[in-house]
């Protein structure tokens, strides 16, 4: 797999490319990620509207993490 496929896929942040426990299955944002694009846009919405990406609903993995 590519790291674009994974993008889209909602396996990792669309933006800095951190990945997540879980696949979300749509094209999602990491928590500063989604906080920058928040200021950026003006709200959650905006930012779904002019991006289709959403916030994540699964954690984030940490470098001790394994990715499986």
């Known amino acids: 797999m590519s790291i674009a496929q994974d993008m889209y896929d909602g396996d990792c942040c669309t933006w800095c490319n951190v990945y997540f426990t879980k696949r979300h ?3 999602v944002a990491c928590d500063r990620c ?3 694009a ?5 709200s959650e919405e905006e930012v779904i509207k002019e991006t289709g990406v959403h916030k994540h609903n ?11």
């Not at 928040?38 to 003006?42: R, W």
């Not at 699964?58 to 499986?68: A, F, K, R, V, Y």
């Open 58 to 68: 699964h954690p984030e993995l940490s470098p001790e993490d394994e990715i499986e």
């Open 25 to 27: 299955g749509f094209p």
């Open 34 to 36: 989604w906080k920058e």
């Open 38 to 42: 928040i200021e950026e846009f003006g």
